[in-house]
């Protein structure tokens, strides 16, 4: 996992109106199963961006860097920052089971 974290890092560079990316799901969990998993993206953008101009960059770097995990796929979830900010910033408040690992 820390292989795939090193890597979205030293790709994806910074990206206007990302506020945070967050990885959560099987692979932060510890039960990942390569063939049968995904990887799971919470993008959580500043208010008013416009989600595709975001993805476009993001999504690539994601799914490149996911690629050694042999995921089933690579799912991204979208959530604007002022729900975040008004406390989804702790994922035990997310309507998520399991963990999370904040980048």
């Known amino acids: 996992m820390m292989a795939l974290i090193a890597c979205i890092r030293q790709n994806l560079g910074h ?8 990885l959560y ?3 932060a969990r ?4 390569p063939g049968t998993s995904d990887v799971d993206f ?7 961006t416009e989600p595709e ?6 999504r690539p770097v994601l799914k490149e860097c996911s ?3 042999k995921a089933v796929e690579v ?3 979208l959530l604007q920052a002022l ?14 089971s399991g963990k999370a690992i904040l980048f």
């Open 25 to 27: 799901g099987s692979l």
């Open 15 to 22: 990206v206007p109106c990302l506020y945070s990316l967050i």
């Open 42 to 48: 919470f993008i959580v953008l500043e208010d008013g």
């Open 75 to 77: 799912d991204l979830f």
């Open 30 to 33: 510890g039960d990942f199963l």
């Open 67 to 69: 690629q050694g995990r």
């Open 83 to 96: 729900p975040f900010r008004a406390g989804y910033n702790q994922p035990s408040n997310w309507p998520l």
């Open 53 to 58: 101009e975001v993805l476009s960059e993001i």
